[in-house]
């Protein structure tokens, strides 16, 4: 493939990825409040630490955190796309 189409399925990949990784991390973040107001600010404050919650707390966040990583991982391919035909 050619032309200007591959950075063109790049950069929707990357805008509609992204998009849904921010929505799906704002409901992350509305469950965890939701569950302990002490793992929401652990959440926002020190890295990695929705990992550790999702790993606790599985069953609770699994679908917030699945596709808030799928939105990420689509927007990484997107930007991946873009970078490599310029």
Do not use: E, H, N
Not at 54 to 59: N, T, V
Request: some cysteine; hydrophobic content about 65%.
């Amino acid at each position: 493939m050619t032309g200007a189409l591959p950075p063109l399925i790049g950069w929707l990949m990357l805008v509609s990825g992204a998009a849904m990784g921010i929505y799906w991390q704002l409901r992350f973040l509305a469950t965890i409040y939701k569950f302990s107001v002490g793992w929401f600010l652990g959440v926002l404050v020190i890295p990695l630490a929705d990992w550790v919650v999702a790993l606790l707390y599985f069953k609770l966040v699994r679908k917030p955190f699945c596709l808030s990583l799928i939105g990420s991982i689509i927007a990484f391919i997107g930007f991946f796309l873009i970078g490599s035909f310029r």
